[in-house]
């Protein structure tokens, strides 16, 4: 591979000053604007695939899990009010998760939602994915597109386990919202041009993952007939934090990201993400006190993630 680069990169500078010798000039793409659009009645399918991996070893001992989920979700757009702000309301219409912990395997399909657990020490999970599918939040987008409200969500998470019932918190669901929004790069781009973004995974009993990712805009190009911007991703740093969880104290964690991957086409007619695909493993030190007792540990978590947008 890297053969290759090298013979492309001679051929690239050889040709480059072969024609500014010639007094041609290089076309290079105008700079192009990526801006979200939310169009008044407008529908949009998604369909996600997630797919996470998870090693942690405690005091030598690996605790293994594994989960997969499929979601079809549809955003449908209301009209603008007086003020400029549109309604956009939530809600998934298919759910399967496949999840294996601690040597326990639970299913979930939103097919048959009132299927009981096998064991009934997981009926409190799949209380979560229940809750989860009836979900309707309506997200209150500004003249700008940004997130200031969030509706339809109040006793939500009336019979969920209190470490769990972040996930259904308002302010929560707004923050995820805007970070996504504002995935897009501020200005003007053209190819070649990078920018850096924070977020954070809320991941459930006081857990929650930041991340640092860095975006490069290649350019345009074709699929399915469509002109679409790609962007690529990768993620630079990662760091993990447990709060108001008094059995579970983070006493040392040094985790990175050892393999990285994202690639993303943007529908800059429509203004809508046309699919994306990622892949992030992180790897490192992971010490816990549990119940006041230390446990060095160490992560291996590997998280795949495919969101299609359907025509």
């Given at each position: 591979m890297l053969s290759h680069i090298v013979r492309g990169f001679r051929f690239g500078s050889v040709l480059s000053?072969?024609?500014?010798?010639?007094?041609?000039?290089?076309?290079?793409?105008?700079?192009?604007?990526?801006?979200?659009?939310?169009?008044?009645?407008?529908?949009?399918?998604?369909?996600?695939?997630?797919?996470?991996?998870?090693?942690?070893?405690?005091?030598?001992?690996?605790?293994e899990t594994e989960s997969e989920r499929f979601a079809i979700s549809t955003d449908q757009a209301g009209k603008r009010d007086a003020d400029g702000k549109i309604r956009i309301e939530k809600k998934t219409d298919k759910l399967s998760v496949n999840l294996k912990i601690a040597g326990m395997e639970v299913t979930f399909d939103s097919d048959d939602p009132n299927k009981k657990a096998a064991n009934p020490?997981?009926?409190?999970?799949?209380?979560?994915?229940?809750?989860?599918t009836k979900l309707k939040p309506v997200l209150v987008r500004d003249q700008s597109g940004k997130v200031v409200a969030v509706e339809g969500v109040d006793q939500a998470a009336d019979g969920i386990p209190e470490e769990f019932r972040g996930e259904f918190d308002p302010e929560r669901i707004k923050k995820t919202s805007n970070?996504?929004?504002?995935?897009?790069?501020?200005?003007?781009?053209?190819p070649g041009a990078t920018w850096t973004r924070d977020s954070d995974l809320p991941l459930g009993a006081g857990q929650?993952?930041?991340?640092?990712?860095?975006?490069?805009?290649?350019?345009?190009?074709?699929?399915?007939?469509?002109?679409?911007?790609?962007?690529?991703?990768k993620v630079t740093a990662v760091s993990l934090t447990i709060a108001n969880n008094p059995m579970v104290k983070l006493t040392k964690c040094e985790v990175k990201p050892t393999e990285t991957s994202e690639t993303m086409l943007f529908d800059r007619e429509a203004g809508e993400w046309h699919s994306?695909?990622?892949?992030?493993?992180?790897?490192?030190?992971?010490?816990?006190?549990?119940?006041?007792?230390?446990?060095?540990?160490k992560l291996d978590l590997t998280i795949e993630t495919e969101s299609v947008r359907q025509p």
């Open positions: 000053l072969s024609l500014l010798a010639s007094g041609w000039a290089v076309p290079v793409q105008a700079q192009v604007k990526l801006e979200h659009k939310f169009l008044e009645g407008r529908k949009t399918v998604t369909h996600t695939t997630m797919k996470i991996k998870q090693t942690l070893t405690l005091a030598g001992m690996a605790q020490l997981l009926e409190p999970i799949l209380n979560i994915m229940r809750t989860a970070q996504e929004f504002e995935t897009l790069p501020s200005d003007a781009v053209k929650s993952m930041a991340f640092t990712t860095d975006y490069k805009y290649i350019g345009e190009v074709q699929e399915g007939g469509k002109k679409l911007d790609k962007i690529e991703a994306s695909k990622s892949k992030v493993r992180i790897q490192g030190v992971l010490d816990l006190e549990i119940n006041g007792m230390a446990f060095p540990g």
